[in-house]
């Protein structure tokens, strides 16, 4: 059963089910005021369940929904909109605006107004006029913070200024009279027991290889370098070891710390005697783009320095045969080539669109970019004792390896303890190099086991930049920018000083090279 409402009417109908007999049904319509019904039989019809939309769906004619519509009928709420101008006077006219409630709203509003007027224009103002200058209370920064020094103290010991390294370390005047230098790091291996495993170090990691490019004799091993009595020990022993007969070590700060100018130095004990060939201990900078050990990472970056786009920076340094320089007059073990480099990998001529890291020159060429080589020394035994080599490493190269070295590009002071070097590079390098005698007492047997001091101070780029190799707390010997100047004869233009971010570099070697 069912019921279909609508709204009130003055009738309503109900449809009931089939219940007496079957086939039958009965419609029950009003006949009278008094509700009373009459029965008519209906032919057989099926009764169907309207749906939601026909259940509730209404006529668009108002009056088939059975409400009066008429105007003069009277609702419940025709009060609220109907008006009575009599009835409202009393309302709408007299009184008094100055009521409680009216203050008190007028007072909320202009509170507002001024206290908007007072954030927006007044605070701002009163700031302005009253500010005073803060102060760092004798620190790095505002407040103080940073009072240290902006220098971190870490478990360890690990901070960039040793907190071992004597105050007046802090500050040292240049070597050759050009200013005053301010100390960024230092190291002192007082904390015994340190390891340089990769990831043991915030600044420091050592290698796991061999170090072929210089026909090492020994596999680098982590473990061959540690510090004990306060001192960092690079050991080189006889040991059976990835094919090889020796172990020793290297370690750097490559992707960990750079430098780019500046005073690099350390305080060292040579290893071995004077009298002892085939050590090859070493320290030494090196372009952070390139990683010692790792040739791939220096084919076409080490050891140019270069920023201009010529033929210093293609394939064997010529094209189609010229200059002749370039092919002749070189090294006599390439019948006379001059370079076997296979071109500077980020020169330059980079194109647009191409690899390279950047930067970019104003006129939108990248600057050349590379792996240059400073070398604080190389050890070495002659039959006049321990010498240190102490150089530069350059591409693209002069003609026959020969730079500029007159008086004012090639200073030595003391010519009795420094010389020039006699090898001035082959295929795969040209050096500006100078041989100096060692302290003979700062060696781990044969002296008294002292510490000297070796370092290079220099000054990137061109025109004024320089290069001053320190040996024994001395200078020994300055390269002035202009000494590799451009040479017309193989047609490069001035190589200048390293710009390049610079990473620290310390071995031990032992190679046939040195027997």
């Known amino acids: 059963m069912f019921d279909f409402l609508l709204p009130a009417m003055s009738y309503h109908r109900k449809y009931y089910s089939p219940s007496q007999r079957k086939g039958s049904t009965t419609m029950l319509l009003p006949i009278s005021q008094s509700g009373s019904f009459e029965k008519y039989p209906q032919p057989v019809r099926s009764v169907s369940t309207p749906s939601i939309a026909e259940k509730f769906s209404l006529s668009p004619d108002p009056q088939s929904w059975g409400s009066p519509l008429l105007v003069n009928d009277t609702e419940p709420d025709d009060i609220l909109h ?63 913070i940073n009072a240290s020094g902006q220098i971190p103290e870490m478990h360890g010991n690990w901070r960039l200024i040793d907190s071992d390294t004597p105050k007046e370390a802090y500050s040292k005047k240049s070597y050759n009279g050009r200013g005053d230098f301010q100390l960024v790091f230092s190291d002192e291996f007082n904390v015994d027991g340190r390891s340089f495993y990769p990831g043991d170090d915030p600044y420091w990691e050592a290698v796991d290889l061999h170090y072929w490019a210089t026909n090492n004799m020994e596999w680098y091993d982590p473990s061959a370098i540690r510090t004990r009595n306060g001192h960092l020990e690079i050991t080189l022993s006889k040991k059976e070891t990835h094919n090889l007969h ?54 076409g970056t080490w050891p140019y320095t270069y920023d201009a786009c010529d033929v210093g920076t293609l394939p064997n340094q010529t094209r189609n045969g010229l200059p002749v320089s370039a092919v002749q007059g070189g090294d006599p073990s390439a019948n006379g080539a001059l370079s076997y480099l296979p071109g500077q990998r980020l020169s330059r001529c980079t194109c647009a669109g191409e690899s390279h890291p950047g930067p970019i020159h104003e006129d939108g060429t990248y600057v050349g970019r590379a792996a240059p080589e400073i070398d604080v020394f190389e050890a070495q035994i002659e039959e006049t004792g321990g010498l240190v080599s102490q150089s530069s490493q350059w591409a693209p190269f002069n003609a026959g390896y020969v730079w500029f070295n007159t008086s004012d590009n090639l200073v030595i002071p003391d010519s009795t303890v420094s010389q020039l070097n006699t090898y001035i590079g082959g295929v795969l390098q040209q050096a500006t190099s100078v041989v100096s005698h060692t302290n003979q007492d700062c060696y781990e047997i044969g002296g008294t086991g002292c510490f000297s001091t070796y370092g290079f101070e220099y000054k990137p780029g061109f025109a004024d930049a320089y290069i001053s190799w320190i040996s024994d707390g001395k200078l020994v010997w300055t390269l002035n920018a202009p000494g590799m100047a451009a040479d017309t004869r193989v047609e490069i233009a001035a190589r200048p000083v390293p710009q390049e971010p610079m990473v620290r570099c310390l071995s031990s070697i032992l190679s046939f090279d040195c027997l």
Do not use: Q
């Open 82 to 144: 109907s008006i009575d101008p009599k009835r409202d006077f009393k309302f709408d006219s007299g009184g008094n605006i100055f009521t409680s409630r009216g203050l008190a709203n007028l007072g909320c509003i202009a509170l507002l107004s001024v206290g908007l007027i007072v954030l927006f224009a007044g605070y701002p103002l009163v700031t302005f006029f009253t500010k005073h200058e803060l102060s760092s209370f004798g620190g790095f920064n505002i407040g103080g």
């Open 246 to 299: 020796y172990e020793g070590a290297m370690m750097t700060t490559w992707n960990k710390f750079c430098f780019t100018g500046g005073i690099m130095e350390a305080s060292i004990v040579l290893p071995g005697d004077t009298n002892i060939h085939g050590l090859w201990p070493a320290f030494w900078a090196m372009g952070n783009l390139g990683r010692a050990g790792y040739g791939a990472s220096l084919e």
